[in-house]
């Protein structure tokens, strides 16, 4: 577990300190790419706190939902539309579900175990 935190504090700090711009015709296309990424990433802590996460379907959901968004963001530029508003709500509406479900979880997880230390205490089986 130290090394998933190690990674993060590596990755915040390299990128508060290496000096690049995204250009703005690319910033649509990163801003859904990233909105995908962090989609399957809950959807991903999701089926590991349900106990169903696999690492294959994980990365290739995490690939193909990424790139899905550009295309998404790509076509329409191409049809002259703003396609990629409906990939921002739809991913909106997926990780707000997501954090939803999650936080229920630790929620529940929590008031079980008040549950079982008031039985324990007060004498219950």
Known sequence: MW?????????????????????????????VSLLAGIDTSLGGLRASLEGEFDTVIFVSGFIGNTVLAAAFVYLGDVLGIELYLAAVVALGVRIFNNLGVIRRHYIRSQTDKKTALRKVSSGES
């Not at 090394?3 to 801003?31: D, E, H, M, Q, T």
């Open 3 to 31: 090394y998933l935190v190690a990674g993060l504090l590596f990755g915040v700090l390299l990128g508060l300190n290496v000096p690049w711009k995204i250009p703005s015709i690319l910033a649509r296309y990163l801003a």
